[in-house]
């Protein structure tokens, strides 16, 4: 689809705010022009990233999701990708500029409880606002996010950061696409 389609298909669209995801959107050669387009039909932008990859993008909010240690593909098809994503999963200088230039929060994926001190590294390293801090946990079945909720629940409320529910599993169960 070329970029006049993706904007005169948002301009069809009834509503006001619009996240851009991807994969990895900062990425996309036209992504600069896109999401100024999109501030252009009035919307409120959030752009999703991994925060690896820096790229001029017109946003009200960067929701960064530094990729833990937890994400690491060691199992996928034998290990093929690991060294290579592990490589390039946290990029410190990327995630202070994009802190520095945008209004922005980190949003972790949280498996267990001992990545919390990979966290704490990542918060102490880039000089993060404590304040703009949102676990996560990380699973796409009902019971393990139940079960890991509870306890990441109680470490929020201990350190302050904020707790997100993974809403599109609670109602589209783990389905891409939607």
């Known amino acids: 689809m070329m970029l006049g389609e993706i904007l005169a298909n948002v301009r069809g669209r009834w509503s006001t705010h619009v996240v851009v995801t991807g994969g990895e959107p900062m990425i996309q050669e036209l992504m600069p022009q896109l999401t100024h387009g999109l501030k252009e039909l009035d919307l409120h932008i959030t752009m999703e990233t991994a925060g690896t990859v820096y790229a001029k993008v017109t946003c009200d909010l960067m929701s960064i999701s530094p990729k833990l240690a937890n994400s690491t593909p060691v199992r996928r098809e034998g290990g093929k990708f690991a060294a290579q994503h592990d490589r390039l999963r ?6 202070k500029q994009l802190m520095g230039e945008y209004e922005y929060q980190l949003k972790f994926v949280v498996s267990s409880p001992d990545d919390m001190e990979e966290i704490e590294k990542i918060l102490q390293e880039t000089g993060a606002d404590r304040g703009r801090v949102v676990l996560m946990a990380e699973g796409t079945a009902p019971d393990v ?5 509870s306890w990441l629940i109680q470490i929020c409320k201990r350190d302050r950061f904020r707790y997100s529910p993974r809403l599109h599993i609670d109602l589209w169960g783990n389905e891409r696409g939607v």
């Open 90 to 95: 946290y990029q410190p200088e990327v995630l």
């Open 145 to 149: 996010l139940f079960e890991r909720a």
